[in-house]
């Protein structure tokens, strides 16, 4: 039996480990740090959004909608996705139209979604600001939390054999003449492999894969703030919108994440993140603007300790290595692989197991760049 070796512990790691360790294969996973503590990790639940993503990742999404809602029965947990409904607002005229194409182009894609008037924004969400013309529903969307479904895959793959490490970087692939056999770690130990070395450490991969391959991905962190909580929550709904850097999830107890892309500084020494105020208090703003009920809302935590990767087309790229048929990486999700993770951590695992790329995960090549 051959043996597989998985660097990264976060979703992808977590969830195909488990789906190979199930099918009776070794594995065993590397994560430099905890599970579940990297782009996986962070406070609250994150958006699990079909509204408003590439094409190209739509039939993706249409896959792991189908998984979502009894992803916890498949996990033994308590229940993990909430289905809310996701509402990006429309607060200028010339963002209706492509809004009208997009929720056209959704829906024949197996996506229902509409534009709504600013009634039946306001039917939705009664706290928005006046401002707002429209918005794009999508009313299958939802939020799910990454934390709890990262370890409970993880917990599933140890208990079908699975051999987890925390605190173990991977330092450089092993090779000879061109060809991998395994991962030299940061400590000096040598993890040699027979069957495939899987790269998903989403920040890391760049590195690890550079003698074969310059992929043009980068690192960022993202701030996420979140309120104290409400008495009066105003939102509803997954809410994005169509020109301000903003996303908002009402938690269960009350609390406001507030989110959208603001950048934070990335420390790779300490591998910790700093918020960066000014970009606090513009993702405040912009909220309140969005809901004028908010102002004067206290935010009780600013995190930025959860590095991602990103794209220069904003898809991730899930390949091969050149010439190694048994490196497989995917990295620079742009913070949207979560969503997607149940259904493309099996289409992975199927590739691993079956020895030939699944057809939706073609777009994703890397000779989509020339």
Request: glycine residues 10%.
């Given at each position: 039996?051959?043996?597989?070796?998985?660097?990264?512990?976060?979703?992808?790691?977590?969830?195909?480990?488990?789906?190979?360790?199930?099918?009776g294969?070794?594995?065993?996973?590397?994560?430099?740090?905890g599970?579940?503590?990297?782009?996986?990790?962070?406070?609250?639940?994150?958006?699990?959004?079909?509204?408003?993503?590439?094409?190209?990742?739509?039939?993706?999404?249409?896959?792991?909608?189908?998984?979502?809602?009894?992803?916890?029965?498949?996990?033994?947990?308590?229940?993990?996705f909430?289905?809310?409904?996701?509402?990006?607002?429309?607060?200028?005229?010339?963002?209706?139209?492509?809004?009208?194409?997009?929720a056209?182009?959704?829906?024949?894609?197996?996506?229902?979604?509409?534009?709504?008037?600013?009634?039946?924004?306001?039917?939705?969400?009664?706290?928005?600001?006046?401002?707002?013309?429209?918005?794009?529903?999508?009313p299958?969307?939802?939020?799910?939390?990454?934390?709890?479904?990262?370890?409970?895959?993880?917990?599933?793959?140890?208990?079908?054999?699975?051999?987890?490490?925390?605190?173990?970087?991977?330092?450089?692939?092993?090779?000879?003449?061109?060809?991998?056999?395994?991962?030299?770690?940061?400590?000096?130990?040598?993890?040699?492999?027979d069957?495939?070395?899987?790269?998903?450490?989403?920040?890391?991969?760049?590195?690890?894969?550079?003698?074969?391959?310059?992929?043009?991905?980068?690192?960022?962190?993202?701030?996420?703030?979140?309120?104290?909580?409400?008495?009066?929550?105003?939102?509803?709904?997954?809410?994005?919108?169509?020109?301000?850097?903003?996303?908002?999830?009402?938690?269960?107890?009350?609390?406001?994440?507030?989110?959208?892309?603001?950048?934070?500084?990335?420390?790779?020494?300490?591998?910790?993140?700093t918020?960066?105020?000014?970009?606090?208090?513009?993702?405040?703003?912009?909220?309140?603007?969005?809901?004028?009920?908010?102002?004067?809302?206290?935010?009780?935590?600013?995190?930025?300790?959860?590095?991602?990767?990103?794209?220069?087309?904003?898809?991730?790229?899930?390949?091969?290595?050149?010439?190694?048929?048994?490196?497989?990486?995917?990295?620079?999700?742009?913070?949207?692989?979560?969503?997607?993770?149940?259904?493309?951590?099996?289409?992975?695992?199927?590739?691993?197991?079956?020895?030939?790329?699944?057809?939706?995960?073609?777009p994703?090549?890397?000779?989509?760049?020339?």
């Open positions: 039996m051959a043996k597989h070796l998985i660097v990264g512990g976060g979703v992808y790691g977590a969830a195909v480990a488990w789906h190979l360790a199930r099918s294969e070794e594995v065993e996973l590397i994560e430099i740090g599970l579940a503590t990297g782009a996986s990790g962070g406070p609250g639940r994150r958006g699990v959004r079909a509204n408003g993503r590439d094409v190209r990742e739509i039939p993706l999404m249409v896959r792991a909608r189908k998984l979502w809602p009894t992803l916890h029965e498949t996990l033994g947990t308590e229940p993990l909430e289905t809310t409904g996701q509402l990006q607002l429309i607060e200028r005229e010339i963002d209706i139209a492509p809004a009208e194409a997009r056209a182009l959704q829906t024949r894609l197996g996506i229902p979604s509409r534009v709504l008037s600013s009634d039946e924004v306001r039917e939705l969400e009664p706290d928005v600001s006046p401002a707002i013309r429209a918005g794009l529903f999508c299958d969307d939802g939020v799910a939390f990454h934390e709890k479904t990262t370890l409970a895959y993880a917990a599933l793959a140890k208990e079908a054999g699975a051999i987890l490490r925390e605190g173990v970087e991977a330092a450089q692939l092993l090779e000879r003449n061109g060809k991998v056999f395994g991962v030299l770690t940061a400590a000096g130990e040598e993890i040699l492999v069957g495939k070395v899987l790269l998903f450490c989403n920040a890391g991969v760049k590195s690890l894969a550079a003698p074969w391959v310059d992929l043009p991905v980068w690192s960022r962190t993202f701030l996420v703030a979140v309120s104290k909580p409400l008495e009066n929550n105003p939102v509803r709904h997954l809410v994005g919108h169509a020109s301000r850097t903003l996303s908002l999830k009402r938690e269960p107890d009350g609390r406001l994440m507030i989110s959208g892309g603001r950048p934070g500084v990335w420390d790779p020494a300490t591998r910790t993140g918020p960066i105020q000014k970009e606090v208090d513009l993702n405040v703003a912009d909220a309140v603007a969005t809901y004028p009920s908010l102002e004067g809302m206290q935010i009780e935590t600013a995190d930025t300790n959860h590095l991602e990767a990103e794209s220069t087309d904003h898809i991730p790229i899930i390949d091969s290595l050149p010439g190694n048929a048994n490196v497989l990486y995917a990295v620079g999700w742009n913070g949207h692989g979560w969503a997607i993770a149940p259904a493309v951590a099996e289409m992975l695992a199927d590739w691993v197991l079956e020895g030939r790329k699944p057809k939706l995960l073609e994703f090549a890397f000779n989509r760049f020339g």
